[in-house]
């Protein structure tokens, strides 16, 4: 549900030349919604990891989503975590290009997250998109 609702309405309203568009009537088909069995967890299990209560729970998606280098990316996170954010994530177009791959938007992002936590005392986190060619290769990312 999530994945369609970024195509509809993430990727095609963001483009500018669309700006009068609007959505105004979305049916999704029974058999569709019956394969989204829910959320794994909810917002208390993500605070419980973060150890964030009390307050909003902030964080961005890193920008510019395509372009940088895994070494850049990570120094991204970093500057957003050690600024103040709880977590930063993935764009959803961000995966595994050869410019940035996987692995090393991994290994970065990883020490972005455990500089950051040293330097501020909090737990800090980030949301990698884990989707890849087949299922093994998600399972292992995951």
């Not at 998606?61 to 070494?71: D, R, V, Y």
């Not at 103040?84 to 764009?91: E, R, V, Y």
């Not at 997250?113 to 330097?119: D, L, N, T, V």
Request: aromatic share 12%; hydrophobic share 35%; glycine share 10%.
């Amino acid at each position: 549900v999530t994945n369609l609702f970024t195509s509809i309405v993430g990727n095609v309203f963001g483009f500018k030349a669309l700006r009068a568009l609007r959505l105004e009537d979305l049916r999704i088909s029974k058999a569709y919604i019956k394969t989204f069995l829910g959320p794994p967890h909810g917002i208390q299990v993500e605070r419980d990891k973060l150890n964030k209560y009390g307050r909003a729970y902030l964080g961005c998606t890193i920008k510019p989503k395509l372009g940088l280098s895994a070494k850049n990316y990570g120094r991204a996170c970093y500057e957003c975590l050690r600024g103040g954010l709880d977590f930063t994530k993935d764009d959803e177009n961000v995966n595994s290009q050869p410019f940035m791959r996987w692995r090393d938007r991994f290994g970065f992002v990883s020490e972005a997250i455990f500089k950051s936590q040293a330097e501020t005392g909090e737990i800090k986190g980030h949301y990698l998109n884990a989707t890849a060619g087949n299922s093994e290769d998600m399972l292992y990312r995951a």
